[in-house]
Every structure is written in C-alpha cells, then in structure tokens.
C-alpha cells in the first residue's frame, strides 16, 4: 500500500547556535522521561506485586512493556524515515503519557500488565527517536560529545530513579512510582513541539504494513510460549507446539515480506554491512543484561537476602550510575580506538559483572554486589556507545531511522525474550515449591507475593521462607549463569568479527530551525 510521505530536501547538518542547543535539550528532556520510568518502576514492583497479589504475571509486567515497545520500534524507526520525526514523536509521546496514567489508576496486576502494553506501545517511539535525531543534526564527532550529555541525564535518573522508587514505596502510596514521571513528560512534550521543525518534501511511498503483522504476530507467539510453558501451557502439549508453529511460520514470512518490501521495516540489506551486523549482536548482550538484571536482582535482594526496597535502589543505582558515566566517555573511546578494542573491553567487563551476579551469595555484603553491577555498568556504558555509533555512521539518512530503531529492535528483543524465558523458569519453581509446602494451586500465587513484599513477609511460617528462598536463590542462579554464558560468546564475536568494522560517516541532514 502507498501514503503521502515526506522526504528532507536538505543535506546538511542543522548549524550550531541556539536553536540546536534548544532542541538538544529538548531530546535530553525525552531521553529523562524513559530513564526515570525505567528505573523508579524496578525497585517498587515487588512491592507492588505483593499489594496486587500477582506473581504469576510479575514477568509480564517487564516482558508486555517490552514487547511492545520492541515489535513498535522498527515500525516507528521507519516511518520515522518516511514521515518525518516530528509527528511520530507526538504520537508516541500521546500514547506513553496515557499508559502511564493508567499504570498508576490500576487495582489489579492484569490492569497494571495492560496499561504497560500501552506504555511500550508509546515508549517504542521515544528513545529510538531521541537517537535518531541526534544522529541527524549532530556529525560522528559532535555527536560523541551530546551523546555524552544525553549519558549524562540517563545518568542521573539512574541515581535518582531507584532512591525516589524506595523513597515513593515507603512512604507514599505506589501510584505515585507511576504519576510522578507525568510532568515529565508533559515537559518534554511541549519543548519538542516548540523546537522540533523539520524541513520536507512530499513523495509517494510504500507502508510495509505485512511486515508489521507478521512481525508482531511471531514475536507475540514465541513470547507466550516462554511466559506460560510449563503453567498454562504444557510442555510438549498441543497449544504450545502450535503457538510454535504459529510463531516460527510468521517470522519467516516477515523475513520473506522484508527482502520484497519496497520499504522494509527492517533492511535486511544493511546487515550485510559488518558495522551493522557485529553492532547489533552486541545489543543482543546489552539488552539481554540490561533487563534481566533490572527485573530479577530485585528477586535476589528482597526475595532471598530479605532486604528492602533502598538496598535494591542501591544496586540498580551502581549498575545505572556506572552506566551512563562509562557512557559519556564511550564517544570519544569510540574515535579514538576504534570499534574493535571498545567492544572488547567493554564486553569483558560486563561477563564479569555477570559471574559476579550469578555467584552472589546471601554472605555477600550489598555493596559486593553494588560494585559488581558497577563493573558491569562500565562494560554496558563504552560498548553501547559504540554499538549505536558504527551502525548509524555507516547508512545514509532514509536507512538511518531504521537501522537505529534496529539496534533498540535487538536490545529489547534480545531482554523481552530472555525474562519471559526467566520469568516462566522461575514461576515454574516457585509454584511447585509452594504446593510442596503444602499450598493450593489457589494459595500459592499469594504466598509467593508475601515472600517478595517485605511488610507481609512475617505472615508467613519460617519453614515456607526457608523452603521457597531455597528455591529462588538456584533458579536466580540459573538465570544469571545464563548471561554470564551469552556475554562470554559476545566477547568472542567481537574479538573475532569486529576487527575490520571500520564505519565511514554517512551524510547528515538537515533539520529547520524553530520559527
């Protein structure tokens, strides 16, 4: 099908001055509203979880903001590329603030897990957004020192997301976890109305909108497959080996529709370009370590060690702190030494971190345990620089909002598929454990969430606590020794594909300055 879509009719970058810096602004006030929902939500939802007696759906909460926000990225990213960004933007941005309203007004953990189906349907346009225009206005070099500022806000969020998440649980009601980011966002919005002017052309192009179903089809089929295997679904059972099937046949029809595609989603043909293939399996790890760990090191620290919400918020704050600080140099490694040794050293350091997640013990003090996800933050910041920066300074302008969208495709991916495979794990055991200790198949949902809820905890007998932190603690191990094995096969791609990426710069566009 073909629409009216817009094209730059300009080439070069938008002029330093003052309204670029407004505008960078702007992008960086965007860039807030994710980080600060990303990380308040965190440390607040096993207390949350215990309120709304739903651990059956914990993982959903992560996994269906996730899904959504990663099968609406390529989408956003490429009609961002027809379109224009501004009105992607406002679109996206409309739709995150309402689910995030709802979040709040939720009184059930299925409401809660619906309106973050919204809120990824908004949020798959913010961040890739965000990149993309930076990618626009700024060259490689520049762009290395906003990225550095745009580290810098992700930065502080992650120090003040986990600490206003516990302050927020233990004192105030957990709506506000949500509600809080609404001004925020409202923020954000009006500056980017204001200095978002884009200059276009009309042009007659295709919309892959085959490629959208079929894509969002199989990725939602294999999801429930790793959510619900072995509890609603039995393993080897018929349901299951057609939601497979389902789920395989579509997502090679989306490969098929996207080598036909006049306007594919996803271009295939930039993967054929080291830079954009070796990048984006690093994002694989990046995104893979990002989620797991924010969604099941709170698991660790209130379900198995027994610690509340502020030592949580301390851990998340080191993994996010350290984060965004190695970030704001990753830039400027990048030029400097090349894609090779960043993604090395920065890949190394976060199968470290990992090992040290998964051998974490309840000896362990919390601030052992700070420091590991410090060094993993580190890992996390120099190489995810260096994996947007090679495949975006390797494809022209009307692939450029594409191939970034692809590498948060494959971050959220990549995390969306691994926690509904953890979260289906972990709910597997707990449940069985509970039943084991002498529950019903109706009482165990409940007792689970009271041992992750710290005020309710001491409902339960000493013996149940024993029993199913026994159970916990391996499975967390499990599920961390998982990544510490993928980020160890990481590291040995780029040690050995990585050596000949050499991106070249590919032409900026520009962008009107504010009337």
């Not at 619906?114 to 798959?124: F, T």
């Not at 957990?174 to 009006?190: E, G, H, M, Q, T």
């Not at 597997?428 to 454990?433: D, I, N």
């Amino acid at each position: 099908m073909t629409a009216t879509a817009v094209r730059r009719d300009s080439t070069s970058v938008m002029p330093a001055g003052r309204e670029r810096q407004l505008l960078t602004f702007a992008l960086l006030i965007a860039t807030a509203t994710v980080a600060f929902e990303t990380q308040v939500v965190t440390v607040a939802l096993p207390s949350i979880t215990g309120e709304l007696q739903g651990i059956s759906l914990y993982p959903w909460v992560f996994s269906g903001y996730l899904l959504m926000s990663t099968i609406t990225a390529p989408l956003y990213g490429k009609l961002a590329d027809v379109f224009g960004r501004r009105p992607l933007f406002f679109f996206g941005f409309t739709v995150f603030m309402t689910g995030t309203f709802l979040c709040g007004a939720s009184t059930s953990m299925p409401l809660l897990v619906g309106a973050r189906v919204i809120q990824g349907l908004g949020a798959g346009a913010i961040l890739p957004l965000v990149l993309t225009v930076l990618g626009d206005i700024y060259t490689i070099k520049d762009r290395a020192r906003v990225q550095g500022a745009s580290a810098g806000v992700w930065g502080f969020f992650s120090f003040l997301g986990p600490s206003t998440g516990a302050f927020i649980i233990e004192s105030m009601s957990w709506r506000w976890v949500f509600w809080s980011n609404l001004p925020l966002c409202i923020l954000a919005l009006a500056l980017l109305a204001v200095f978002l002017r884009e200059g276009i052309a009309r042009k007659q192009v295709n919309i892959d909108y085959a490629g959208a179903v079929t894509l969002t089809g199989g990725v939602v089929c294999i999801l429930l497959v790793a959510l619900e295997g072995g509890r609603s679904l039995v393993w080897g059972g018929t349901p299951m080996i057609l939601l497979v099937t389902v789920g395989v046949v579509l997502l090679v029809l989306f490969g098929i529709v996207e080598r036909r595609a006049v306007d594919p989603i996803l271009p295939f043909g930039a993967f054929r370009i080291r830079a954009v293939a070796v990048g984006n399996a690093g994002n694989v790890l990046i995104g893979a370590a990002q989620f797991l760990l924010t969604s099941f090191l709170p698991l660790l620290i209130q379900g198995v060690r027994g610690e509340g919400a502020t030592a949580t918020g301390l851990v998340l704050t080191a993994l996010g702190f350290a984060w965004s600080l190695a970030a704001m140099v990753g830039g400027r490694l990048f030029i400097i030494l090349g894609f090779r040794r960043v993604s090395i050293v920065g890949t190394g350091l976060v199968t470290l971190g990992c090992l040290a997640a998964t051998f974490a013990s309840d000896g362990w003090p919390v601030w052992v345990i700070a420091v590991a996800m410090a060094l993993t933050g580190v890992g996390q910041g120099i190489s995810s620089t260096a994996f947007l920066y090679a495949p975006q300074a390797s494809v022209p302008w009307n692939q450029r909002g594409a191939v970034t969208s692809s590498t948060q495709f494959a971050r959220n991916m990549a995390g969306a598929v691994l926690v509904a495979i953890g979260g289906g794990w972990l709910n597997a055991h707990l449940f069985g454990a509970a039943m084991a200790a002498g529950a019903t198949a109706e009482e165990a949902g409940p007792m689970i969430s009271r041992l992750l809820s710290v005020s309710e905890r001491g409902s339960l007998d000493a013996s149940v606590v024993a029993d199913l932190g026994a159970v916990l603690g391996p499975v967390l191990f499990e599920i961390f020794g998982l990544l510490t094995l993928l980020a160890f096969a990481t590291c040995i791609v780029m040690i050995v594909f990585a050596r000949e990426v050499r991106p070249v710069e590919a032409q900026p566009v520009h962008i009107a300055a504010a009337d």
